[in-house]
């Protein structure tokens, strides 16, 4: 795609949420990962399938608003058809979080008939929320709780520990703290994560990071890109080549007129997460037959 870039991140409570997930996903009725619409596959953690076994799962399609809308019902379709139902919000503004507590109670609704005929009609459904760190998992938590229930932070890895979090009367939530996997053996898969900011940008040199984000940009939405960086590519230039027209075209110069790439690389991946570029998605659902 462009330039190597070594992304590696596994900070010691990584482990720790990972014992804690396993630990405790006995005690929950289903499992709910919040992915990020805009990564759906780069932003769900490959060990949680083992780690979660055959507990019911529910998708939450998170940040819905900045990913592209046809590509979202594409991978609600794709979820779906994998057995997993999914549904989508926008945790900064609560749309979607409403449905929920509702989706949830129609995928447990044969527990619930259980539950019923043995008598216990109060007791409360209990979920486990998962998600990588930065996926928006505390807004999603606080908008369904209406209240700051769970810490949160633009810094990944902030949230800690365990929470239990009451919705409404018959629902209840474990927080997790979000987990990374070790390693990203998958390069594309590192980038997205980084291209998001689901991992620190201060790990990783963000120029090489920013070139490759332009040069895919302009493989998979070429006018977005252009309008927003008025750029004019040519066959030949490479991400940093772009990079620096964008900088010359912004006015980011230092001393001596050369191009200020630090500021033009911060810029282009904040306005990218900002959804000011527009609603990108970086990935596409698998054909079928294709792996993930």
């Not at 949420?17 to 932003?43: F, G, H, T, W």
């Not at 991978?75 to 139902?85: K, L, N, V």
Request: with cysteine; aromatic share 6%; glycine share 10%.
């Amino acid at each position: 795609m462009g330039y190597d870039i070594n992304i590696q991140w596994f900070p010691g409570h990584m482990a720790k949420a990972k014992r804690m997930i396993a630990e405790n996903v006995k005690l929950v009725d289903i499992v709910c990962e919040i992915i990020d619409a805009r990564i759906p596959i780069s932003s769900r953690n490959p060990e949680l399938d083992e780690l979660i076994g055959m507990k019911p799962r529910l998708i939450i399609l998170n940040r819905v608003d900045l990913a592209d809308p046809a590509l979202t019902r594409q991978w609600a379709e794709y979820f779906g058809s994998s057995g997993i139902p999914s549904m989508e919000t926008n945790s900064q503004t609560g749309a979607g979080v409403g449905k929920f507590s509702g989706a949830v109670r129609s995928i447990l609704k044969d527990k619930l008939k259980e539950y019923e005929l043995k008598g216990q009609t109060g007791r409360a459904v209990k979920a486990m929320i998962v998600g990588i760190p930065n996926v928006g998992k505390s807004s999603f938590i606080n908008r369904i709780s209406r209240r700051k229930a769970a810490k949160t932070s633009d810094r990944p890895g902030v949230t800690r520990g365990k929470q239990w979090i009451t919705v409404d009367s018959g629902l209840e939530l474990l927080d997790t703290p979000g987990l990374l996997w070790p390693k990203f053996d998958n390069v594309e898969i590192g980038m997205n994560l980084a291209f998001t900011g689901a991992v620190k940008d201060d790990i990783i040199d963000r120029e090489t990071l920013a070139a490759n984000f332009i040069v895919k940009m302009l493989a998979e939405y070429p006018e977005l890109i252009k309008a927003r960086y008025k750029l004019e590519p040519e066959e030949e230039d490479t991400g940093f080549d772009l990079l620096e027209k964008a900088a010359r075209k912004r006015g980011f110069l230092i001393s001596g007129g050369e191009c200020d790439l630090e500021r033009m690389s911060a810029v282009i991946l904040d306005e990218f997460r900002g959804g000011k570029i527009g609603r990108i998605t970086l990935e596409r659902p698998p054909r079928q037959g294709e792996q993930e």
